[in-house]
Each structure stands twice: as structure tokens, then as C-alpha cells.
């Protein structure tokens, strides 16, 4: 049976997924706060928009200002939110570029955006779920947590960031009824590609042409997979993944689930996934993976 009217919090939901996911999930009669930052500058349309396809189908959707990187702007938007059953720690951008060529602060900028980010979102909502003794915490990854790419090492060491922690945390809270899962999206037709943050240090570019030629047939290779009606890679895939996860009883959600063109990632989980569980089991933690039904 599904679980209707929830509180669902959704962080960058200015474009891409957190978008798609908030028309979606209020569609299907959640209750949503969606977040972003600039609502009342450059995201001030994109606000607008949500507010209006709320207000014509009279769903709930609320518009709320939040920058994850800010301690302040996401304990403002949390005080204003009186209860959250579902958070979707969707916000997030990617850096690129040979690692050789950032800069320290260009490096934290990325960790503190894609992982301390969550952390930020997760304790502010947090007291409100321990109170409740149920929630959901829903953290968007990528294949880039789950494998590594030239170009993309500071992403993708985000990424694998945000895995280890959100695994600790799906642990931490399980005896406390509050679950935790991960997203792993592969390439989607959104504007991650066209948003991402290029370094634009050229004193090793002669250097890298290797890396710079196998990105720029990468990113050929994507264009042409977004071109395909075929390929799945509509956002929607995403917000309806975010569904299922939601509507999934406390036991029986998976620590991880890709969407979308894996590249072969899929085999990986699964193959990992029996000696996650076999550790677990060998520190004595088999009953905190994830809340008891």
C-alpha cells in the first residue's frame, strides 16, 4: 500500500532532478517543500513555476530559500518546515578538470558543496525524525561514487565522500527508525553537464591532452546517449525512483539503487552488496542495516 502525504523536503530544486521531483512527488500527494537557493534572483522563475503548478492542480508545494552550503540559510529554511518525513539531498554540481590543475580552495568548495551540504541538511532535520522515530533520508550519488573517471577525480572523490558517509549514517540511525539510501544516477539529459565548474588552470594543459581527448569523446559519447529515445536518461526515471524508495516499508529498501545507463556499475553493487551485508554481520551490526518493519 502506498504511503500518501508525506513531508517531503527536496534540496537544488532549481533544475534537473530536484525539478522533476517536486512536480512529481506533489502529483502523487506528497507534501513538498522544494528548496533552492536565489529564489528571488536568478532561480526567481524557476520559484514561480513551482509555486504556479502547485496552486493549478492544488497540490502542496512549498518554495522555500535554502544554500546548502550555508549554516544559516539551512537552519532558516528548516525552522519554517513543522515536520519532515522524507529528505531528498538532492543538491549538488560537479567540478572538472585534472586534479593537478585545482586549487586547494576550488577542491574544498566541491566536498563542502556535495558532501557537507548533506551533512548541513541532515542536522537541521534531524531532531524533528528522532522526535517522530521515523523518516527518510534519501541522498543522491552517482556512478561517480561508485567508480572513478579522468577529469572527474574531485567530483568523483565527492561522491565516494558522500557514499561512506551515508553508509555510517544508514547505520547510525536504523535503531532510531529513521532509514537512509543512495541514489546512484548514471547520465541524465539535465544541465549537470552544461552547470559543471571547469578549472581553468592551463599551465598543464600540454600535459594532459590524453585526458583532455578521452573527456571530450566522453562528453560526444553522453550527447549521443540524450539524443537516443531509447537511452534511459528522462529525469523522471529519477523522481520515480525517489517514489519507490518512499513508498518501500522500513526493511525492505536497499542501501543502493542506480537509475539509468550503469556502464556496468550494476554488477558491482550486486557483487559487493553480499560481503557489505557479511561485514555487518561480523561486527555484530546485522540488525542496523536500515529500520526494522
Known amino acids: 500500500m502506498k504511503n500518501y502525504m508525506k513531508n ?5 530544486c532549481s533544475s534537473g532532478f530536484g525539478y522533476a521531483a517536486a512536480k512529481y512527488l506533489a502529483e502523487k500527494g506528497h507534501s513538498v517543500y522544494a528548496t533552492m537557493r536565489n529564489v528571488n534572483g536568478k532561480n526567481e522563475k524557476t520559484a514561480s513555476d513551482l509555486r504556479d503548478f502547485g496552486k493549478e492542480r492544488n497540490l502542496s508545494i512549498t518554495v522555500l530559500e535554502m544554500d546548502v552550503t550555508s549554516d544559516e540559510s539551512v537552519k532558516a529554511a528548516a525552522e519554517q518546515i513543522p515536520q519532515v518525513d522524507v529528505l531528498i539531498n538532492n543538491a549538488g554540481n560537479g567540478y572538472g578538470g585534472t586534479i593537478e590543475s585545482f586549487s586547494s580552495s576550488e577542491v574544498l568548495a566541491q566536498l563542502d558543496l556535495n558532501i557537507v551540504g548533506t551533512v548541513r541538511t541532515a542536522k537541521a532535520i534531524l531532531p524533528k525524525m528522532r522526535a517522530q ?14 567508480a572513478s573517471f579522468p577529469a572527474n577525480g574531485v567530483y568523483c572523490a565527492s561522491k565516494w ?22 541514489v546512484e544516477p548514471g547520465p541524465f539529459s539535465t544541465n549537470f553537464i552544461k552547470n559543471m565548474v571547469n578549472t581553468n588552470n592551463s599551465e598543464f594543459a600540454d600535459d594532459y591532452q590524453h585526458v583532455n581527448a578521452f573527456y571530450e569523446g566522453f562528453i560526444n559519447q553522453l550527447k549521443a546517449a540524450y539524443e537516443d529515445s531509447n537511452a534511459p536518461t528522462d529525469p523522471m526515471l529519477i523522481a520515480q525512483a525517489f517514489e519507490k524508495l518512499i513508498d518501500l ?3 525492505s529498501r536497499p ?19 553480499p560481503i557489505r551485508k557479511g561485514v555487518l554481520a561480523s561486527m555484530g551490526l546485522a540488525e542496523w542495516d536500515g529500520p526494522q518493519s
Open 8 to 12: 517531503v523536503l527536496i534540496t537544488g
Open 161 to 182: 565522500g558522500l557514499e561512506g558517509l551515508s553508509e555510517a549514517l544508514r547505520y547510525e540511525l536504523a535503531p532510531l527508525g529513521i532509514d537512509v539510501v543512495i
Open 249 to 251: 516499508p522500513n526493511g
Open 133 to 146: 522515530k521515523s523518516g527518510l533520508i534519501i541522498q543522491l550519488s552517482s556512478l561517480a561514487g561508485r
Open 255 to 273: 542501501l543502493r539503487t542506480i537509475v539509468g545507463l550503469d556502464f556496468g556499475l550494476q554488477a558491482l553493487n550486486d557483487s559487493v552488496e
